[in-house]
């Protein structure tokens, strides 16, 4: 059974800084896309980046120029560093593994943006 197991999430003040890491198991990691959701309460769930099995990466805008996702295929873990962290931000954030083969989720990571 695939497993996506998220880290990382917390609490930080607004302009701070947060790794958050997934940690993918049992499939084929350099095959999937790989991305990072939020959802924040009362929200629908939005793609915030999004990384290709090449490396190709993408943005919501509201992120670009502050977030960076990153993937290392060999140890089958996908990153997302969040700087400058705004209050909006504050949501739980997915990992999501999707290929043609299946598309597959994390439990999710809290993170709260807040002074």
């Known amino acids: 059974q695939v497993q996506l197991v998220e880290s990382g999430g917390g609490l930080v003040q607004p302009g701070g800084s947060l790794r958050l890491s997934c940690a993918a198991s049992r499939i084929i990691f350099s095959i999937y896309t790989m991305g990072w959701y939020r959802q924040a309460p009362g929200k629908e769930r939005e793609l915030v980046a999004s990384i290709a099995s090449g490396g190709s990466a993408n943005y919501i805008d509201s992120v670009k120029g502050r977030f960076t996702i990153s993937r290392d295929n060999a140890k089958k873990t996908v990153d997302l560093q969040m700087n400058s962290l705004k209050p909006e931000d504050t949501a739980a954030y997915y990992c999501?593994?999707?290929?043609?083969?299946?598309?597959?989720w994390g439990q999710g990571t809290q993170v709260t943006v807040s002074s």
């Open positions: 999501n593994a999707r290929s043609a083969w299946g598309t597959y």
